[in-house]
T-cell receptor, first 113, second 114 residues
Framework: NAGVTQTPKFRVLKTGQSMTLLCAQDMNHEYMYWYRQDPGMGLRLIHYSVGEGTTAKGEVPDGYNVSRLKKQNFLLGLESAAPSQTSVYFC????????????FGPGTRLTVT | EDQVTQSPEALRLQEGESSSLNCSYTVSGLRGLFWYRQDPGKGPEFLFTLYSAGEEKEKERLKATLTKKESFLHITAPKPEDSATYLCAVQEVAGGTSYGKLTFGQGTILTVHP
């Protein structure tokens, strides 16, 4: 049981490049989330999904897109990376939002130059 | 707008020196308050959920308590392995367009010296 996994762990992009971050969970959770963590800002929600085939915007969605084609996977895309998107990205999952308890992946450290 | 403020930003303790971390919050309707531990270079790890004022939860040297405006994470006789960033988050009551999102504080960096 691997829990929540994220790939890649590190990535350096140049401004304007695109990339996709992959999150996978093997706990059969319905809900999945993408956060970014920046110094002094705490964890902020980018997008979330309440089930396969559904996605919705969080607090800071601009510049990102997501897809949930399979229940176990949640993809975060950056179409045209900007230096302001330099951050650590965390994926999380939970059975239902009402329970609150979210399980986090190990994170992806992204640097945009 | 939900707000979560954690204090202090950083706390240095000697091994065995007990102390408390504070999490103050404002939320329209509290569904739950959560404590997470985050080690450097890793994702947050769930510790506790508190749902109502007066509730307490314990795990080894950690005890979390909740009032209507704040939560405390008490650390009794800490060890160096307790060093980490401790995050507090609140979840509002889900309803309408709300999905019961978590609002996180900025965390308290705890360092325990041997």
């Amino acid at each position: 049981n691997a829990g929540v996994t994220q790939t890649p762990k590190f990535r350096v992009l140049k401004t304007g490049q695109s990339m996709t971050l992959l999150c996978a969970q093997d706990m059969n959770h319905e809900y999945m989330y993408w956060y970014r963590q920046d110094p002094g800002m705490g964890l902020r929600l980018i997008h979330y999904s309440v089930g396969e085939g559904t996605t919705a915007k969080g607090e800071v969605p601009d510049g990102y897109n997501v897809s949930r084609l399979k229940k176990q996977n949640f993809l975060l895309g950056l179409e045209s990376a900007a230096p302001s998107q330099t951050s650590v990205y965390f994926c999380a999952s939970s059975t239902r939002p009402g329970l609150g308890e979210q399980y986090f992946g190990p994170g992806t450290r992204l640097t945009v130059t | 707008e939900d707000q979560v403020t954690q204090s202090p930003e950083a706390l240095r303790l000697q091994e065995g020196e007990s102390s408390s971390l504070n999490c103050s919050y404002t939320v329209s309707g509290l569904r739950g308050l959560f404590w997470y531990r985050q080690d450097p270079g890793k994702g947050p790890e769930f510790l506790f959920t508190l749902y109502s004022a007066g509730e307490e939860k314990e795990k080894e040297r950690l005890k979390a308590t909740l009032t209507k405006k704040e939560s405390f994470l008490h650390i009794t006789a800490p060890k160096p392995e307790d060093s980490a960033t401790y995050l507090c988050a609140v979840q509002e009551v889900a309803g309408g367009t709300s999905y019961g999102k978590l609002t996180f504080g900025q965390g308290t960096i705890l360092t325990v010296h041997p």
